[in-house]
């Protein structure tokens, strides 16, 4: 039996659990203060010097997203071109799952390893400094931080590639509409490396306002019919309560981007259609401590701010 892993499914199923009422949250929110004050309160002192000088309101408390056009970001442009350039390099990785797709009998056609696929490496990293660079460049961590209110640790740069499955009878896994386990909040970021449309399956999200809603009404509904509380929903259900009428989708030309709190808007996507593809570029900071990356940090140390962001998961520390 792995012990690890049932603590680490606890663990997040208690957290998901616990944000579905404000006396969850505050408990949550108490713990992690408690957990580690110093650094609970520091984050949230720098963050709150930070903010004056980088004020930013276009990602709202009550909704937990904004959609940026294209060019919004400066060096847009340049990160889009070195994606393309990566995701040319991991031609082995890339024709590896187009050679040999899950075979739709087997279990691992289930997983999401059948459809997904995380391209980057730490290396790759070292090689280009500028993606690094964009995550941590003004215009995009102030709408993270006064968004989130803290400084938060920056735990994953990626890009991910998505086709199709072998079979299209149902969706799985990321598939399906779901709220991501890691703390009360967080922000991804997807940018569109090519141009997206329907056949692409574009990264899709519901509003925090209305994900909650939704959740809140499934839950119920699931109670009242003695059904398992799982923590995935199917397009009937979240439509049944009108996730259709407030479904976002990152559709649009390369460069598109969406910054979205996962762990309170519902989301999905990877719906590929046969012949189609989808490249992102991901982007994820946690106001939780969770497994990360290295980053090649040590040129930031004098920054405060930039630090902060990356100090717990630091190859130099």
Not at 86 to 112: C, D, G, T
Not at 137 to 148: D, E, G, Q, R, W
Not at 152 to 178: C, G, M
Not at 241 to 249: E, N, P, R, S, Y
Request: positive net charge; charged residues 25%.
């Amino acid at each position: 039996m792995n012990w690890r892993k049932l603590s680490k499914n606890f663990r997040k199923e208690i957290v998901r659990r616990g944000r579905m009422s404000q006396l969850g949250r505050t408990v949550i929110q108490t713990t992690a203060a408690i957990r580690e004050p110093v650094d609970y309160y520091h984050r949230r002192h720098v963050a709150k010097l930070y903010n004056r000088q980088h004020p930013s309101n276009c990602m709202p408390i009550q909704e937990g997203y904004t959609l940026l056009p294209t060019g919004s970001l400066p060096g847009t442009a340049e990160v889009v071109g070195i994606c393309r350039k990566l995701f040319s390099q991991k031609e082995s990785v890339i024709q590896s799952m187009l050679s040999n797709p899950a075979k739709p009998h087997h279990r691992s056609h289930e997983r999401k390893g059948s459809f997904l696929r995380d391209l980057l490496t730490d290396e790759d990293l070292l090689e280009f400094p500028k993606l690094l660079d964009f995550a941590l460049a003004h215009p995009l961590l102030s709408i993270i931080t006064n968004y989130l209110g803290t400084i938060p640790n920056l735990n994953r740069i990626d890009l991910v590639y998505s086709i199709a499955r072998p079979t299209e009878k149902e969706h799985i896994s990321s598939q399906l509409f779901h709220q991501d386990p890691e703390g009360l909040t967080q922000a991804k970021v997807f940018m569109n490396i090519f141009d997206v449309d329907k056949e692409n399956g574009p990264f899709m999200f519901i509003p925090a306002s209305d994900s909650e809603r939704i959740v809140a009404a499934i839950r119920q509904q699931r109670r009242k019919q003695r059904l398992p509380n799982k923590s995935r929903y199917q397009d009937e259900e979240v439509n049944e309560h009108g996730g259709h009428k407030a479904l976002v989708q990152l559709a649009g030309p390369a460069g598109t981007t969406v910054v979205t709190d996962t762990s309170r808007c519902l989301h999905a996507g990877s719906r590929i259609k046969p012949g189609h593809f989808r490249l992102l570029l991901f982007l994820q900071y946690c106001t939780s401590h969770e497994k990360a990356q290295s980053f090649p940090s040590e040129r930031f140390r004098s920054d405060s701010v930039r630090w902060l962001t990356l100090r717990r998961h630091s190859a130099t520390r």
